[in-house]
């Protein structure tokens, strides 16, 4: 995927807020983030592993953030944004694989609503202080990821993630500023390691 510059300064502040979100003490961390857990099946919040730390933010039916982190500041407009250009590429995606299977139309009926293009609402419950509020979470997440590179990794080498598939239809993964991920392309058995973000010049 090639990336215009401003997509690709999108990219850049998240991963920056997205720093500086890590950078917080845990207890922050969970305040913001709340612990990871699931409602009606949709994973989101903050937790620690043995090799990583991963916050998940959903989409709301209302059009905002679940959980909505708002340090550093600006840090859920972010989020926002970059969610629903990930939204849009995903279902143009999906349009034309399916197409290529030879059943056109065959998701769009399976996909929530597109994302409203709309002011970022308040966080569930600011306006019920005391009460717990239960959002509609949407199907499309953002998973911001910090690993730790100063652990040994699996079976005592340097890799912190084994060989796996993604658990999701589809995975847009945009790279980091910093080296680390390998890609295989099953076809051939290609890999490639993933360094900067692909950017149009």
């Known amino acids: 995927v090639l990336l215009p510059k401003e997509d690709a300064a999108l990219f850049h502040a998240v991963e920056g807020a997205a720093m500086g979100w890590f950078a917080m003490s845990e207890d ?12 009606d099946r ?18 709301t039916a209302e059009g905002g953030l679940y959980p909505q982190p708002e340090t550093p500041p600006k840090m859920d407009v972010l989020l926002l944004q970059l969610l629903r250009k990930l939204d849009g590429w995903a279902r143009r995606l999906l349009t034309h694989i399916s197409h290529d299977v030879g059943a056109p139309g ?78 295989m392309r099953r076809a051939d058995g290609v890999r490639t390691l993933r360094v900067k973000p692909w950017q149009r010049e």
């Open 106 to 183: 065959f998701f769009e009926g399976l996909l929530d609503p597109p994302l409203p293009e709309a002011p970022l609402p308040p966080p569930p419950g600011a306006e019920d202080e005391g009460e717990e509020a239960v959002p509609t979470l949407g199907h499309p997440l953002i998973r911001l990821c910090k690993y730790d590179c100063e652990t040994e990794g699996v079976y005592g080498t340097d890799v912190l993630c084994e060989a796996h598939n993604d658990v999701g239809f589809l995975t847009l993964d945009a790279c980091a500023s910093t080296a680390g991920l390998e890609a």
């Open 28 to 39: 922050e961390m969970f305040d913001s983030g709340g612990a990871y857990g699931h409602i």
């Open 42 to 59: 949709k994973f989101t919040g903050y937790r620690a592993g043995k090799f990583r730390e991963q916050l998940e933010v959903r989409a």
